[in-house]
Protein backbone atom coordinates (compact mmCIF):
# COMPACT_ATOMS: atom_id res chain seq x y z
CA UNK A 1 0.00 0.00 0.00
CA UNK A 2 1.35 3.17 -1.00
CA UNK A 3 1.83 6.36 0.96
CA UNK A 4 -0.80 8.20 -1.16
CA UNK A 5 -3.29 4.98 -0.77
CA UNK A 6 -3.26 5.44 3.48
CA UNK A 7 -3.36 8.80 3.60
CA UNK A 8 -6.97 8.69 1.86
CA UNK A 9 -8.81 6.26 3.87
CA UNK A 10 -11.67 8.35 4.76
CA UNK A 11 -14.80 6.47 2.94
CA UNK A 12 -13.10 3.19 2.92
CA UNK A 13 -13.64 -0.54 5.25
CA UNK A 14 -10.98 -1.63 7.27
CA UNK A 15 -11.07 -5.31 7.43
CA UNK A 16 -9.25 -6.90 10.18
CA UNK A 17 -6.68 -9.84 9.48
CA UNK A 18 -7.95 -12.95 11.14
CA UNK A 19 -4.63 -12.98 13.19
CA UNK A 20 -4.84 -9.58 14.51
CA UNK A 21 -4.88 -10.56 18.14
CA UNK A 22 -7.26 -7.75 19.51
CA UNK A 23 -10.54 -9.93 20.01
CA UNK A 24 -12.58 -7.04 19.62
CA UNK A 25 -11.82 -6.19 15.66
CA UNK A 26 -12.19 -10.31 15.26
CA UNK A 27 -13.60 -10.26 11.69
CA UNK A 28 -14.67 -6.44 11.95
CA UNK A 29 -15.40 -3.87 8.96
CA UNK A 30 -14.90 -0.67 10.26
CA UNK A 31 -15.96 2.10 8.02
CA UNK A 32 -13.38 4.71 8.65
CA UNK A 33 -15.32 8.68 8.76
CA UNK A 34 -12.60 10.29 9.27
CA UNK A 35 -8.81 10.37 8.37
CA UNK A 36 -5.87 12.85 8.98
CA UNK A 37 -2.48 14.29 10.71
CA UNK A 38 -4.60 13.95 13.68
CA UNK A 39 -5.60 10.43 13.61
CA UNK A 40 -9.09 8.48 12.47
CA UNK A 41 -12.45 7.90 13.76
CA UNK A 42 -14.60 4.87 12.52
CA UNK A 43 -17.85 2.64 12.89
CA UNK A 44 -17.56 -0.88 13.35
CA UNK A 45 -20.67 -1.86 11.29
CA UNK A 46 -20.42 -6.06 11.44
CA UNK A 47 -21.09 -6.79 14.89
CA UNK A 48 -24.53 -6.62 16.03
CA UNK A 49 -24.97 -5.89 19.75
CA UNK A 50 -26.92 -9.16 20.93
CA UNK A 51 -30.65 -8.88 21.31
CA UNK A 52 -30.10 -5.14 22.21
CA UNK A 53 -32.62 -2.56 19.79
CA UNK A 54 -33.13 0.73 20.11
CA UNK A 55 -36.19 0.68 22.76
CA UNK A 56 -33.47 -0.89 24.90
CA UNK A 57 -31.30 2.44 24.46
CA UNK A 58 -33.41 5.25 23.83
CA UNK A 59 -34.27 6.94 27.22
CA UNK A 60 -37.69 9.08 26.90
CA UNK A 61 -38.47 7.74 23.57
CA UNK A 62 -40.71 10.16 21.33
CA UNK A 63 -44.03 9.03 20.89
CA UNK A 64 -43.60 9.03 17.19
CA UNK A 65 -40.81 6.73 17.17
CA UNK A 66 -42.79 4.62 19.81
CA UNK A 67 -45.89 3.69 17.25
CA UNK A 68 -43.32 2.59 14.91
CA UNK A 69 -41.09 -1.02 13.71
CA UNK A 70 -38.36 1.60 14.30
CA UNK A 71 -37.89 0.49 18.24
CA UNK A 72 -36.94 -2.88 17.07
CA UNK A 73 -34.04 -1.90 14.47
CA UNK A 74 -30.88 -3.84 16.03
CA UNK A 75 -28.02 -2.02 17.53
CA UNK A 76 -24.36 -2.60 16.77
CA UNK A 77 -20.78 -2.15 18.82
CA UNK A 78 -19.61 0.43 17.12
CA UNK A 79 -16.15 0.13 18.93
CA UNK A 80 -14.39 0.43 22.19
CA UNK A 81 -14.20 4.31 22.39
CA UNK A 82 -17.00 5.79 24.42
CA UNK A 83 -19.73 2.52 24.46
CA UNK A 84 -22.33 4.48 25.96
CA UNK A 85 -22.80 7.05 23.42
CA UNK A 86 -25.46 6.05 20.34
CA UNK A 87 -24.78 7.12 16.42
CA UNK A 88 -26.66 6.67 13.60
CA UNK A 89 -24.92 5.86 10.00
CA UNK A 90 -26.78 7.20 6.97
CA UNK A 91 -27.60 8.27 3.34
CA UNK A 92 -29.29 10.54 2.57
CA UNK A 93 -32.20 9.82 0.07
CA UNK A 94 -30.45 8.17 -3.36
CA UNK A 95 -29.83 10.73 -6.19
CA UNK A 96 -32.09 10.49 -9.12
CA UNK A 97 -28.89 9.71 -10.99
CA UNK A 98 -27.98 6.01 -9.16
CA UNK A 99 -24.51 6.41 -10.53
CA UNK A 100 -22.86 8.48 -7.66
CA UNK A 101 -23.69 7.16 -4.05
CA UNK A 102 -24.02 9.82 -1.29
CA UNK A 103 -21.65 9.89 1.13
CA UNK A 104 -22.25 8.22 4.40
CA UNK A 105 -23.20 10.81 7.36
CA UNK A 106 -22.95 10.55 11.18
CA UNK A 107 -25.18 12.06 13.54
CA UNK A 108 -26.38 12.09 17.36
CA UNK A 109 -29.32 13.40 16.91
CA UNK A 110 -32.56 11.96 17.71
CA UNK A 111 -34.52 14.37 15.13
CA UNK A 112 -33.23 11.60 12.28
CA UNK A 113 -35.14 8.65 13.99
CA UNK A 114 -38.37 11.44 14.53
CA UNK A 115 -37.94 11.87 10.31
CA UNK A 116 -37.80 8.24 10.23
CA UNK A 117 -41.19 7.86 11.78
CA UNK A 118 -42.64 9.92 9.41
CA UNK A 119 -41.19 8.64 6.45
CA UNK A 120 -38.75 11.42 5.55
CA UNK A 121 -35.95 9.54 6.97
CA UNK A 122 -32.86 8.91 5.10
CA UNK A 123 -32.19 6.10 2.68
CA UNK A 124 -30.03 3.78 4.74
CA UNK A 125 -29.31 3.98 8.62
CA UNK A 126 -26.82 1.85 11.02
CA UNK A 127 -27.57 2.38 14.88
CA UNK A 128 -24.28 1.51 16.72
CA UNK A 129 -23.14 2.06 20.16
CA UNK A 130 -19.37 3.86 20.65
CA UNK A 131 -16.40 4.11 17.58
CA UNK A 132 -13.17 3.24 17.10
CA UNK A 133 -10.47 5.25 17.38
CA UNK A 134 -6.35 5.87 16.52
CA UNK A 135 -4.24 8.41 17.25
CA UNK A 136 -1.94 10.56 14.90
CA UNK A 137 0.17 7.78 12.89
CA UNK A 138 -1.44 4.55 14.94
CA UNK A 139 -3.66 3.58 12.17
CA UNK A 140 -1.12 3.73 9.54
CA UNK A 141 1.20 1.90 11.96
CA UNK A 142 -1.17 -0.95 12.12
CA UNK A 143 -1.82 -1.46 8.13
CA UNK A 144 2.36 -1.38 7.69
CA UNK A 145 2.15 -4.49 10.35
CA UNK A 146 -0.69 -5.87 8.45
CA UNK A 147 -3.34 -6.06 10.80
CA UNK A 148 -6.08 -4.64 8.31
CA UNK A 149 -7.13 -4.81 4.62
CA UNK A 150 -8.50 -1.83 3.07
CA UNK A 151 -11.67 -1.99 0.69
CA UNK A 152 -13.99 0.34 -1.12
CA UNK A 153 -16.73 1.75 1.45
CA UNK A 154 -19.52 0.27 -1.00
CA UNK A 155 -22.83 1.11 0.56
CA UNK A 156 -23.91 -1.91 -0.11
CA UNK A 157 -21.72 -3.23 2.50
CA UNK A 158 -22.00 -0.94 5.12
CA UNK A 159 -25.65 -1.43 5.38
CA UNK A 160 -26.23 -4.92 4.59
CA UNK A 161 -28.83 -6.64 6.43
CA UNK A 162 -27.04 -9.63 7.13
CA UNK A 163 -23.78 -8.25 9.01
CA UNK A 164 -22.39 -11.46 9.70
CA UNK A 165 -21.57 -11.58 5.38
CA UNK A 166 -19.99 -8.21 5.62
CA UNK A 167 -16.49 -9.04 6.41
CA UNK A 168 -16.64 -11.70 4.07
CA UNK A 169 -17.97 -10.27 1.06
CA UNK A 170 -15.80 -7.08 1.45
CA UNK A 171 -12.39 -9.27 1.32
CA UNK A 172 -13.78 -11.54 -1.80
CA UNK A 173 -14.73 -7.56 -3.22
CA UNK A 174 -10.60 -7.74 -3.19
CA UNK A 175 -10.37 -10.57 -5.18
CA UNK A 176 -9.53 -12.67 -1.95
CA UNK A 177 -10.83 -15.62 -0.96
CA UNK A 178 -11.32 -15.29 2.57
CA UNK A 179 -11.10 -18.82 3.67
CA UNK A 180 -7.62 -19.04 2.13
CA UNK A 181 -6.42 -15.65 4.58
CA UNK A 182 -4.02 -16.78 6.90
CA UNK A 183 -4.80 -17.03 10.53
CA UNK A 184 -0.84 -16.58 11.83
CA UNK A 185 2.36 -15.85 9.76
CA UNK A 186 5.03 -17.38 9.01
CA UNK A 187 8.78 -16.56 8.10
CA UNK A 188 10.34 -16.90 4.74
Known amino acids: MSKTDIDNLQGKLLLAMPDMGDPR ?18 FVINQPAEGLTLKDILQNMPEEIGRTGLVNMPIFIGGPVQGEN ?44 GYAGWGPGQLEGELQDNAWLVAAGDQSLIFDPRPEEIWGKAVASLGIDPALLSQSGGEA
Open 86 to 129: GYVLFTAAPRSNDSEQVPVQVTQSVEILKDAARNRGPAHMRLVL
Open 25 to 42: FERSAIYILSHNDEGAMG
